[in-house]
């Protein structure tokens, strides 16, 4: 059993990278395996909607750019469960969140039903470090996306500033419930 955490903001001691501490232990603490993997220390770009639009996504599913993308979306398809950890930009995902989850989504949505991440649970967590506003608009398109690729939605958590202490702990228990659910079907 793996869950993977994506996390994607620049800080590495901040809003998000709190999140991201939280769902790890709540995973951990009921004995599931939890990676995070830091999106902006990565070079996964923007996608570049190759040939006017479609590129091998389209049919191959798989993103002809090549950069540290290709290894991510092979990872995918070995985990288990997700968490999304973004911090809140303009009321949308951070660009490294963006650029990951557009190709990711380009590669499986084209597979239907097929996706890689059908029926897998998510937990997505946007981070609104500054007014605190824009959490819902963020996770809005998130749950689009989870639609898109068929995922199973398991969770969406906006933190926010004021109710940090406490959303850190729901993302905990969240987590730990993912996890624990898994387990128990695998065993
Ligand atoms: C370009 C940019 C746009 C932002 N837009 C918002 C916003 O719409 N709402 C908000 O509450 N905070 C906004 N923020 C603040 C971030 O959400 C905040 O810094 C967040 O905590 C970042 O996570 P970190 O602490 O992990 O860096 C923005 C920050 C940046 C850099």
Request: charged share 20%; with cysteine.
């Amino acid at each position: 059993m793996k869950i993977l955490i994506f996390s994607a903001s620049p800080n590495t001691d901040g809003l998000t990278a709190a999140c991201a501490a939280a769902a790890i232990n709540g995973i951990t603490a009921v004995g599931g395996e939890a990676e995070e993997i830091r999106l902006n220390d990565l070079d996964i770009g923007a996608c570049e909607a190759c040939n006017h639009g479609w590129g091998t996504c389209q049919n191959d599913h798989v993103c002809e750019v090549l950069d540290d993308f290709q290894a991510l979306h092979d990872r995918t398809h070995q985990a288990d469960a997700f968490v999304f950890v973004t911090p809140v930009y303009w009321g949308d995902l951070s660009e490294s969140m963006k650029a990951f989850t557009d190709r990711l989504r380009r590669c499986e949505a084209t597979r239907g039903e097929k996706s890689g991440l059908t029926k897998k649970p998510i937990i997505m967590v946007a981070a609104a470090g500054g007014s605190g506003n824009g959490m819902i608009t963020c996770l809005a398109s998130q749950e689009r996306w989870i639609d898109h690729l068929h995922a199973r939605k398991w969770d969406f958590i906006p933190v926010n500033r004021w109710n940090r202490p406490y959303k850190l702990q729901t993302i905990r228990a969240s987590a730990s419930a993912m996890a624990s659910e898994i387990m128990g079907a695998e065993s």
